[in-house]
């Protein structure tokens, strides 16, 4: 019988997981593209990632109060998270970290429910991690808001610097999977 984490890992292979040359965000060029989208935004996909990235969250103690990123590969984890969270009888907000502030209304970088106030725990997410520099970026403006960030989840690690460059942010880094893992040879 096929496990929740070896489906997501099809389903990353099948539909994530690209093969050519790319310039990744960080400017690197890479024969490898993980459109980790792709997969979050199939309904199985977004289940079966938010499933294990709660049922990761759910062993630490004290739990946070919110999962949060950088808009636009976060989104669908934030919210496929925090459905799981409430499914099981928990709460775990999501905040959506904008790259621009927003140019009107309220003006702000994030998007998150008033229940969260400053002091708040938040384990920043992202889909990809290859540098760090979008989920340094999350944590930044997440924390400049009085938010608390010392764990970041992901569901893939490029295995490429992401993990030493969070730690100089005092940030652990956790993954449901490495590219190496997942790659096609």
């Not at 977004?46 to 499933?51: H, M, Q, R, S, V």
């Not at 759910?58 to 949060?68: H, K, Q």
């Not at 340094?136 to 403006?141: G, N, V």
């Amino acid at each position: 019988m096929m496990t929740v984490r070896s489906r997501l890992a099809e389903l990353l292979t099948t539909h994530s997981l690209r093969q050519g040359q790319f310039t990744l965000s960080s400017g690197e060029i890479s024969d490898i593209y993980l459109d980790v989208k792709s997969t979050s935004l199939l309904g199985e996909g977004a289940y079966l990632i938010g499933k294990l990235l709660w049922e990761h969250i759910a062993d630490w103690s004290p739990l946070p109060e919110a999962i949060g990123g950088l808009t636009l590969g976060s989104d669908p984890l934030v919210t496929a998270v925090s459905l799981h969270a409430f499914h099981q009888g928990s709460s775990l907000s999501a905040v959506i970290v904008r790259k621009e502030a927003k140019g009107h209304g309220t003006e702000r970088f994030l998007e998150y429910p008033p229940v969260l106030t400053s002091g708040a725990r938040i384990v920043a997410v992202d889909d990809v991690i290859t540098t760090g520099g979008s989920t340094i970026t999350a944590i930044e403006r997440m924390r400049e808001a009085g938010f608390v960030v010392e764990d970041a989840l992901c569901v893939v690690d490029r295995e490429a610097g992401g993990e030493e460059a969070l730690n100089e942010f005092d940030v652990t880094l956790h993954s449901l999977f490495t590219l190496s893992e997942l790659r096609k040879d």
